[in-house]
């Protein structure tokens, strides 16, 4: 069923957009504005491909129809119709893209959740390093604290894009060698990084993906990357970041039963990033 929005609704919806998503860009372009650059949220902008610019446009997702709405034909993805504009049919050129999500997403969700890794993707990224990551801010156990710890703690990351920034020395650590070509085989609701991926996927489906579902995901990117942070080996105190010692066996019950919390809240939205590849793909 089509939903026609008048333009007092999507303009509504499309400022409410706006407001939510400035909360997160307009710090950020302040930061950009002096040169600062935070190992949080401004993460979130670099490490994913998706500018503010683009997170801050609103589209209603398919289905839906906005009456008086002719700028939106400013984008190729939509079309005329019978009392207003909407998205078209999915391109064949993006057909791949939606499969693949789709699939990832649905293995993914049938897995069962696993909370065993502790965070140590992010000690694994700076075990016997001379150079940091996030440099300027110091690690909290030092340098040969951090790589005691690493050797003193089975590494059992899943995902490949934490796996790959793991130095030389810390990759033999790990029980597994994900690759790009096992994700679909490896990827399981557990992983923190699986859970911040979901913005990523949300936003190649866009402008497909209705805003709100991008926002949403975003909102659980954030999240996650806070506690990331905080069970780091770094020391981010002044950011608000109290340290997770998971070093600890309290910092990794904390740890544990944090992630799974992110888990539950992930499941949702990864649901409805299902339900959208497949209507995109029924459309086609």
Known sequence: ???VLAPPDWRGQREAHV??????????RERRSTGTRLPVLDFLFTYYSHRPARLLRWHPGPGVVLAD?????RWQAYRSVPGGMTLGPLPASRL?????????LAATAA???RFGCFGLHEWAMVYRAEDVRHQGWPLRLGSAGTDRV????AIRCTHFDAFRFFTPPARPLNTLRPTRSDQVA???PGCLHAGMDLYKWAYKLDPYAPSELVADC????HDIRVLDMCASPYDLSALGCPPIEIETAAGRAEYARRQAGFAERAAPLRARLISLCDELLRGV
Do not use: G, I, Y
């Not at 709405?69 to 034909?73: G, I, N, R, T």
């Not at 791949?96 to 990832?104: A, E, G, K, Q, Y």
């Not at 690493?150 to 703690?153: A, F, L, M, N, Q």
């Not at 975003?218 to 990117?221: E, R, S, T």
């Open 69 to 73: 709405a002719d700028s939106f034909l």
């Open 19 to 28: 407001s939510r998503v400035r909360a997160w860009t307009d710090p950020l």
């Open 111 to 113: 897995r069962a959740p």
């Open 150 to 153: 690493v050797e003193s703690t």
């Open 218 to 221: 975003f909102a659980l990117a």
């Open 1 to 3: 069923m089509t939903a």
């Open 186 to 188: 490896l990827e399981q």
């Open 96 to 104: 791949p893209t939606v499969r693949f999500v789709r699939s990832l």
